[in-house]
């Protein structure tokens, strides 16, 4: 199915490998149609010394369709994985291994995403699945390189991530999810 | 599977029923052993004119072997379900149709908990499953009456709840959750 | 000074009777050059069954200039007032005393808007003085009348409430922090 | 007066210069008694690579009476000054220079504590002053010693510092208040 690569997540490109007791491709299709899925999604923030937001990471992807898109880290959580484990999993996936994140050191997110395959019912949509998603933002440290699928990670300020043009570029409600995480940081233009 | 009994949850009994698209009891029980669930813990509370908690709310069930034990109102979220319609869902379930739920305005939980079938991970514990559990305080306004198989409704004062005694009679680190609970709205004894 | 009157407050129009043990408009006009006082923000909200924000409530005032401005419910916690306290106070004073309001259990606020006298420190702004307020959204279920110095209260629709030519209308930053709301309530458009 | 140095706070023994325009302690005592003060509560913690907390430090004074008493880092917001330039100000003023916390990116707190002059109108209790504390869990990365009139920065695990032996050694409802933060990362035990 092409137009899966159109939303970024895990699941852009098949993922080779996968550790034993994971749910097959197939076995994840007929889960997505019954069941909604966990997911977590993470803003990479740097911060300055009082902890302010000054920039946010957002990836350049291709799609299939050689339209450009821009996104935030988010993924799966498996089987048996911590919400941070996931969290530190799919931030080294996307944006490599010594991005030294600052994982919150509580769980309670700043907002839930309800990613639902019907658009309109909330402001998320995936066509593939009913996902819910915690939201955190995280700040790194360290140096972040594009990994995998991601043609570049641009750091935006807060204004123009939030610039009618990027927002444009995000798909599947991503874009309000980068605004509410703005706006949870005090930096919403 | 005797011991299922133990765990309250929206699985306490078969459900008679199922709306069609929803899983059979079998693939749900394979799906439990591949992938994390979705859940939502409620803490019923009765407030004063100030929004101050004055009570907690908690069922009294029986096990299969005779102990008795305390829950919070807890439950899967359905494919396609928003997680306010399943708290609503589980909160009437469990509380009766008239309970008058205020269903917080914001989807950010006071916490989640993990619940994971190895102990000891996190402070929450299922061996049916994993299940993350986001979990939220929802005062009641109305009548509420201990549905199906919960044998009383029980309300508690905070200083009550967070007593051993109770906290003893409640499973899977629920005891926890509700000190959470209460920690959050700055009545924990 | 006229220009005070631009600034929705609690101190919009000098309070006739103060209970004893206040500060004068003297005592206060000192200490507001000298230490930041306490605020309570609420954003009076309609929700529907199942906590989902469906309007938002602004209050309609016209300064001395004759400009019109619109204001969320905001005033000053006095000595030894519980923050909850402060907020059904200054919803009652703006919204009547049968609004019935919904103050959240949690004392934790959705975010901390800080108004400096001087501009462009944070998004707040207050002329006359620094204030930290705690911000809440807060559901109202009653009959609400504009009351003292407001011409209307007006219910709009988050979309409405966060277009361009409502958020014009709203001083010192109360547009931001309304928008922040949104985001925090899941319905920014 | 003698028995203000029971209270850990910026104002333990007097600050011997001050800022211009900041007020003298005569003035802060008049003003004392008639408005809530801001104040901010740090949570000192250690993380390991995921976030998760392993350790609380609390600081080690004794009071003029010889009485040994353990606090967290607290004091006041000044007037001009941000939440998160007050947070690391007092945390420079208590662990040191060097440090390195990682103040919160957003100004949400995990709770408001209430400092009130007259006890058990909440678990928070401040003879001088009735003040209204924004409370962070602050991890912190560097080298931590203990400044001014602290003998001691000790690290304790969560549960150590939730035992009965050190909530005892704890003043004003800070005891109430460090178990509050280990509830909010999941780590009150």
């Not at 339209?67 to 993924?75: C, F, I, P």
Request: proline residues 10%; aromatic residues 6%; negative net charge.
């Amino acid at each position: 199915m092409t137009d899966t690569a159109d939303y970024p997540s895990d699941d852009f490109y098949p993922e080779p490998t996968q550790p034993s007791g994971w749910l097959t491709d197939e076995d994840l299709a007929v889960v997505r149609a019954q069941l909604p899925l966990v997911y977590v999604d993470a803003v990479p923030v740097r911060v300055d010394d009082s902890g302010d937001v000054i920039s946010v990471g957002l990836l350049l992807r291709v799609n299939t369709q050689g339209v450009m898109t821009r996104a935030l880290v988010s993924g799966r959580v498996m089987y048996h994985e911590r919400l941070r484990d996931a969290l530190l999993r799919h931030i080294e996936k996307d944006l490599g291994p010594v991005a030294l994140p600052q994982v919150p050191p509580s769980p309670q997110p700043f907002t839930v995403a309800e990613y639902f395959p019907t658009p309109g019912i909330t402001a998320f949509h995936d066509p593939r699945q009913h996902a819910v998603s915690l939201a955190y933002v995280v700040p790194v440290t360290g140096d972040c390189r594009p990994q995998q699928n991601a043609l570049d990670l641009a750091w935006l300020t807060p204004e123009e991530a939030c610039a009618d043009d990027v927002q444009a570029e995000m798909m599947n409600g991503q874009g309000m999810l980068l605004k509410q995480a703005m706006a949870h940081v005090g930096r919403l233009p």
